[in-house]
Each structure stands twice: as C-alpha cells, then as structure tokens.
C-alpha cells in the first residue's frame, strides 16, 4: 500500500511528497490558492509548514489533501 513518507514545501506553491516506493513528487499547489481556506495559509505562513499522517498530506488548524486528492491532482 502506497503511503506518504515525508512532505515539505520548496518554495509557496509547490510540495515536495517522498511515498513509500521512493517516487518524489512536486506538486503545484497554484490551483488551490484561490480557495479561501489555502489562501489563509499563505496569510499566515502556515504553507510553508505541511504534515503526513501516512494518508494525507495537512496543515495545522488548516484544510488537507488525501493521497486520493494528491493522485486526482496529478492526473488532470
């Protein structure tokens, strides 16, 4: 089963996702900043600071993305 080893942000918009098989991935957040909920990330600098439980990737007091959402992301 695919998990989510470690997470960081390289810069404002993009994360930097290490799974499990060792695959990285950067993913571009800018889709997700006009929604108010990541905008307030970005307000207050808690952007910089995601969290994984395994299965997802989130921000404290803030929204998160599934590696269900992660996958989706990617594919559109």
Known sequence: MLTIVRVG????????VQFSNNNILL????????R???SQLIEDDRILYPKTDGQSV??????GL???DI????RS
């Open 9 to 16: 942000m390289l810069d404002g918009n993009t994360l930097d």
């Open 36 to 38: 108010p909920e990541f």
């Open 27 to 34: 993913l571009e957040l800018t889709p997700l900043m006009q």
């Open 58 to 63: 989130y921000w404290r007091d803030g929204p």
């Open 66 to 68: 599934t590696l269900e």
């Open 71 to 74: 996958i989706a992301m990617v």
